[in-house]
């Protein structure tokens, strides 16, 4: 009996997940006192296999590498660096810093008129959404 219980439990489940795969996320609101970027040339002229830059659990030189960033990045309007990194946002809103180097502002090649907007998006984690 709790076999079938089980059963049914785990049958349910994976039909809610496949579900909630259905729904579409959008924008919560637009995050103020944030700005998009992007990853700087100068970083990027290493090619296209160069490894993603270091994130740091903090500002200083001495914190520990937490991951890497890619894409675009969530910083704060306007930057405010602290021995050379700036906080940055990652999707799962956990605040880590990167080089102050490594960043540029965001643009989009297709739509020069684009602008990018962070975004705490529907499904709670973070993001973007673009006007233009």
């Known amino acids: 009996m709790n076999i079938a219980r089980l059963w049914i439990v785990l049958s349910v ?5 496949a579900s909630a795969q259905g729904i ?3 924008i919560s609101k637009r995050l103020a006192g944030w700005q998009c970027m992007a990853l700087a040339s100068d970083y990027t002229t290493q090619g296209a296999n160069a ?5 740091y659990a903090g500002p200083e030189s001495s914190a520990p590498q937490v ?15 602290t021995n050379g990194r ?3 946002i990652w999707p799962n809103g ?6 102050v180097k490594l960043v540029t502002p965001w643009h989009s090649l297709n739509d020069p008129a684009a602008v990018c907007h962070p975004a705490l998006l529907s499904n709670g984690r973070y993001g973007f959404t673009t006007t233009g």
Not at 13 to 17: D, E, G, I, K, N
Not at 51 to 55: A, D, E, N, R, S
Not at 67 to 80: K, N, R, S, W
């Open 24 to 26: 579409p996320v959008t």
């Open 67 to 81: 991951g890497t960033a890619g894409g675009v990045l969530i910083v704060p309007d306007p930057l405010h660096p």
């Open 94 to 99: 956990k605040r880590v810093w990167i080089d």
């Open 51 to 55: 490894p993603l830059p270091p994130v």
């Open 86 to 88: 700036t906080e940055m």
């Open 13 to 17: 489940a994976t039909v809610s997940a």
